[in-house]
């Protein structure tokens, strides 16, 4: 009899343990921002073992025949939560990835959709830009995660390249894809909702995490200039809270940025160097952005090497 009881209770602990939900396994917190537009904020952070990669925006667009994923996060599992939110959701086709560029916090989760056989979208500079650098982020993010956190992680190209604007039918709704001028990066890919007027900017906007520039300084004012100009009802940061008004939401980075063109340009005029820059021009942002002392002085080198011959 006493057996049997000791028997019971172990069955019960091994089912307990089946059953029970795993924090890997369990789907990513997602906002409904407007309807039908669901977005995962990442953190403020470096990529870690600790946060898998999760440190940027994740967004997903629902419509009547089939859904768009803009943006997979930094890892498989990180992509695999993403799409387990969208399958709690609808079960609608998953019809297309859309990736705003090429850094591996936005695309290492693709693999994750490659079961619904989507069509994989990006800017025209994207799968050029993916084939030259996989080796090496696939390198220097599996230091980073980790053997475990990587596992499965792998760069997936676009299959449709954006060269001008192009609209996509989720049925009932439409997305607007329009590819940028060599901003953060030089595949820099904007989408809009036109059913929400909700607007995707990718990492052309940062919001509370320092912008990070690997493309143009001069050319990513000149695009956020451009956008100004635009109607739209919220945005869409690459990194920050899950949506912005508009057109506050770009007064911090154009002001960042236009703070370190001007020091940089400056010091260049009076004849000083990269080492002097990087240990002034700028700083008097250093209060406004988490992350500064991790990516600052790299802006500054990139804004230096860019406007030297300027």
Sequence with gaps: MENTKVLRALVAIVAIAFLAPRAWAAPMAVTEVAPGVYVHQGRHEVQSADNRGDISNASFVVGSEAVAIIDTSGSLALGQELREAVRGLTDKPIKYVIN?????DHVLGNAAFKQDNPIFVGHYKLARALGTR??????????????????????????????????????????????QQTAHTDNDLVVTDTKTDTLFLGDLLFSGHI??????????????????????????PGHGPPM?????????????LAT????????????????????TAGFSEADNWELFDQYHVRNVTAAFAELEWN
């Excluded at 020091?263 to 004849?271: F, H, K, L, N, T």
């Design 100 to 104: 705003t560029h090429m850094h591996p």
């Design 134 to 179: 996989s080796e090496s982020y696939t390198t220097a993010n599996k230091q980073m995660l980790g053997e475990d956190g990587f596992e499965g992680s792998e760069i997936i190209l676009p299959t449709f390249l954006i060269k001008e604007t192009t609209t996509l039918d989720l049925g009932d709704r439409t997305l607007v894809l329009e590819p």
């Design 211 to 236: 912008p990070t520039i690997d493309g143009s300084i001069e050319g990513w004012l000149e695009v956020l200039d451009a956008l100004t100009q635009r109607e739209v009802a919220r945005v869409i």
């Design 244 to 256: 912005m008004a508009w057109p506050e939401a770009l007064e911090a980075q154009q002001r960042y």
């Design 260 to 279: 370190v063109a001007q020091d940089v340009r400056r010091q260049i005029a009076e004849g000083k160097t990269l080492s002097d820059a990087t240990k």
